[in-house]
């Protein structure tokens, strides 16, 4: 898989106290890939594992045995029975435990290439604009990465735009004079 992704071995760490550390590994710990990539990745495996691809399946619930998955049926009443399901439909999953009542939380990110990188390192920035939650660098590959930031705002009162500016231009601004950005920001 790491044809198609991009390994991780070191993550610098930023706190709310702006310090400044870096944790490494001499092996690879982690690989970034693009969601749609690792969507595809996934299929292929399976299927290659004996599994049959079935599209335009719109699953609405998991098939469970006790405390056991055992498959999955969709919104039009069809069933698929699995010994094994894998469940990787994001961070907002509609399947995963119920752990109690949710949170919102909001992000906003975007995309730059030639930013200068500490390669195979992730950022994180825990920085009091976002707290208590934070703000990331990931590289996608040798010349791109991704950056954004995830805070609460359950009123959203807050501007994602100007609180996105405010924490690049704090954190990025040099590194990004040079860049060259990539599409739009994405809130979610």
Not at 165 to 187: I, T
Request: net charge positive.
């Amino acid at each position: 898989m790491t044809r198609e992704a991009y390994a991780i071995n070191a993550l610098r760490l930023v706190t709310p106290a702006m310090h400044d550390l870096v944790v490494s590994s001499p092996e690879d710990v982690a690989l970034v890939c693009n969601r749609r990539t690792l969507d595809h990745l996934l299929v292929k495996r399976a299927q290659q594992a004996g599994a049959r691809f079935v599209p335009n399946f719109d699953v609405r619930y998991l098939l469970q045995r006790d405390d056991r998955v055992v498959g999955f049926r969709s919104a039009d009443g069809r069933a698929v029975h699995a010994d094994y399901t894998v469940v990787a439909d994001g961070a907002h999953s509609r399947f995963g435990p119920d752990r109690g009542p949710r949170r919102l939380i909001q992000a906003i990110m975007g995309w730059w290439d030639g930013v200068p990188f500490r390669p195979h390192h992730v950022e994180m920035i825990f920085d009091k604009l976002v707290a208590p939650y934070y703000g990331w660098l990931f590289p996608e590959g040798p010349n791109r990465v991704n950056i954004g930031i995830c805070y609460g705002d359950p009123n959203l009162a807050r501007n994602a735009r100007q609180l996105f500016r405010n924490f690049l231009d704090n954190h990025y601004g040099a590194r990004l004079s040079q860049a060259r950005e990539v599409g739009s920001w994405k809130c979610r």
